[in-house]
């Protein structure tokens, strides 16, 4: 399990905001059918938990999916993304093609809006026979699965790229939890045994980059309580959306790509 990282000036502006869940009351499991009852809307914050001061949520989960502003800079960053990152798409195409058997692209579902699955896109990083369509045995450090030209790309995210066709799709955000497959495992349980209400996460739409990954929580999901840590920044960043924290969140994503490589796996 990789070391968390430093905390830069602008992960300190994240800390700073009121983001910690404390306490929150009236979380409801979704209906089979994916749709969602009320939840009520109170929060704790503070240091202590026992003080008992509520307020509102400053946001909701339907503030985020109808927002305007949020799906239009979407849409204008993914495709402008797309047409200026085209040379990296030929190159990681060519790179894979020529080193490996297989498709380009491997394709899985994942939970999106609503626990409704949809199809994410990643350039292949692993051997085509030894590929995991479910998704359940994560890659790890020293992955004898990976292909050498897969480390590489894993290593500075760029198979990763491809979901910016799920961000224009609109299967998917720039800023949001990251999308699981199906029956993840979270320390050797299904996540939402671990954490019961897990499928709260799914009321937005999955991003590339989320509060949880800005704060350094990345790689496998062994650990009890880092695990459950990310569900947390997951929910906070859905109680406390505005479209600034999506601009830190990806600033801060962009530096840590600049500065440092996925050594986890």
Known sequence: ???RPKISHIQAKLADEPLRLVRAGGITRPHHS????????RIAFGADDTQGAHFFFRS?????????VKRSFDVIIGAL???????VFLVAAAAIKLTSRGPV?????????????????????????????????????ADQRITPIGRFLRRYSIDELPQLINVVKGDMSLVGPRPHVPNML??????????????????????????????????????????KTRIDLDL?????????????????????????SRDDI
């Not at 993304?81 to 040379?87: A, C, E, G, K, N």
């Not at 859905?238 to 790509?257: A, K, M």
Request: one cysteine or more; charged letters at 25%.
């Open 1 to 3: 399990m990789r070391n």
């Open 34 to 41: 994916g749709k969602y009852d009320t939840v009520d809307r």
């Open 60 to 68: 909701t989960p339907a503030d985020i999916v109808n927002s305007r």
């Open 81 to 87: 993304s797309l047409i200026l990152l085209l040379p």
């Open 105 to 141: 692209l491997f394709v899985q579902q994942r939970y999106g809006l609503n626990n409704n699955l949809f199809m994410i896109y990643k350039f292949r990083t692993m051997y085509i026979d030894q590929c995991d369509q479910t998704g359940v045995e994560q890659a790890r450090k």
């Open 186 to 227: 979270a320390a050797g349980l299904p996540y939402e045994l671990l954490v019961p209400n897990y499928f709260e996460r799914h009321r937005v739409r999955p991003g590339l980059s989320g509060l949880a990954q800005a704060k350094g929580f990345r790689g496998c999901t062994d650990d009890a309580k880092q695990a």
């Open 236 to 260: 906070q960043y859905i109680q406390n959306w505005s479209f600034g924290l999506d601009l830190r969140i990806i600033l801060e994503t962009l530096r840590t790509q600049l500065v440092r």
